[in-house]
């Protein structure tokens, strides 16, 4: 009954924040077909002009403390890799040949990468030298952070978190919700429905990541070797249900799965 409550107060939201279906990618081999709503007055421009301001702040800051890397052999390594993935991104999505991308390396011991809206890429230094990536797996990460750009999974996100606080406020506008009762649809909404979701965004880009790879003729084993290391390095982490991303036992059995599928496209790119 709860759960029945918190999909009607929150569909309801979705129609107030004016939210539509829409298809940011091709499924691709990997098969990521998933409808994602967005609210039609947040556009792919308005967030993508957003988010370069705080990276070129990001970018700016690093370069004032004298951490952004441009020289170094992984300087050169992120960048190269970048180049072949990013050649690869219009296969799910056509108009990202016209995003205006950037590469960008910092020097920090984060084990920390992302490809923000419009794919503006930072990588972290610490990533690369504490795991002792291989160019296989520095694809493999940087694949992931590409594909959650190419699904917009930000303003995927932003429309989602809007469209909650509408349905909060229409739901104690109309109910007559106390603040305690509010608070509780809040913390249903967030553990039985925002956080699942996510979870199931971090495996669209897990699949769609692994694609971008092997297209780009990187061995999409590299994924299951990373994922291994990042388990090593992340213990103590929270359990998957309280957690936006996969267990590491899940994400690695669904890669897996899903290799077999991008083998043949890896195969295709190595021929000389």
Not at 84 to 100: E, G, H, K, V
Not at 225 to 235: F, H, I, P, R, V
């Amino acid at each position: 009954m709860a759960r029945a409550w918190v999909l009607g107060v929150l569909s309801a939201g979705c129609l107030l924040a004016g939210c539509q279906a829409v298809n940011t990618t091709s499924g691709g081999a990997v098969g990521v077909e998933r409808k994602q709503y967005m609210f039609s007055m947040l556009s792919s421009q308005q967030v993508d002009q957003m988010y370069a301001q705080s990276y070129q702040k990001t970018v700016g800051e690093a370069s004032g403390k004298g951490v952004l890397d441009k020289s170094s052999a992984n300087a050169r390594r992120v960048q190269a890799i970048a180049n072949r993935l990013i050649a690869q991104a219009p296969t799910f999505r056509p108009d990202a040949a016209q995003w205006q991308w950037e590469v960008n390396l910092i020097k920090s011991d984060e084990l920390n990468a992302n490809c923000g809206p419009g794919g503006k890429i930072i990588f972290y230094s610490g990533l690369i030298d504490r795991l002792k990536l291989s160019d296989d797996e520095i694809a493999a990460v940087m694949g992931h952070e590409i594909a959650h750009a190419l699904r917009e999974h930000g303003r995927e996100a932003m429309s989602k978190a809007y469209g909650i606080e509408m349905a909060k406020q229409g739901a104690g506008a109309l109910l007559g919700l106390g603040q305690d009762s509010l608070a509780l649809a809040d913390t249903v909404a967030n553990y039985g429905m925002t956080l699942p979701n996510s979870r199931a965004n971090e495996n669209e880009a897990d699949l769609i990541g692994l694609e971008l790879a092997a297209r780009a003729g990187y061995n999409p084993n590299a994924a299951i070797s990373l994922w291994n290391k990042m388990s090593q390095a992340a213990e103590g982490a929270p359990p998957e249900f309280m957690s936006t991303h996969p267990s590491s036992g899940s994400r690695i059995a669904s890669l897996e799965a899903a290799i077999p599928k991008v083998m043949p496209l890896y195969q295709q790119a190595r021929k000389p």
